[in-house]
């Protein structure tokens, strides 16, 4: 079965206004046709504000902690990666996307952390 997120015809009407693009746009984007950064930013705006629903199930991501260098890892899928610093008074995060630093983070506290992990899952899910 081929991937796709299944949304509303207002969802959809919603991302051809947000991103000012055409209905065959976002129908490429959320049937994986397209994989341009246009396509990509309508996957994730797609699951994570307009609740669309994915066809297939997102991969399980796996957790690793490393104790001499300090941190956790977690990956999601092949493409995307989060390591959390567990140094002392150190809360930063980093999220890898293709082995290339996506963003940067200082989660001061776990609700924000969580949210950060289900933004980074989101944005796996849209690759």
């Known amino acids: 079965m081929a991937k796709k997120i299944y949304l509303e015809d207002k969802g959809k009407a919603h991302l051809r206004r947000l991103f000012n693009c055409s209905n065959v746009m976002v129908w490429k984007a959320l049937t994986f ?20 629903v994915p066809s297939w199930k997102a991969d399980e991501f796996e957790t ?19 390591v959390v610093s567990k140094r002392e008074g150190d809360n ?5 996307v293709d082995g290339k630093v996506a963003r940067r983070e200082v989660c001061e506290s776990l609700p924000a952390f969580l949210s950060l992990q289900g ?9």
């Open 33 to 52: 046709e397209s994989d341009s950064k246009l396509a990509r930013k309508i996957r994730f705006v797609a699951l994570k504000e307009l609740g669309g």
């Open 119 to 127: 933004e980074v899952q989101c944005m796996a899910m849209a690759l």
């Open 92 to 96: 930063s995060v980093v999220v890898y």
């Open 64 to 82: 690793t902690h490393e104790e001499v260098e300090k941190t956790m890892t977690q990956t999601f899928g092949e493409r995307v990666k989060l």
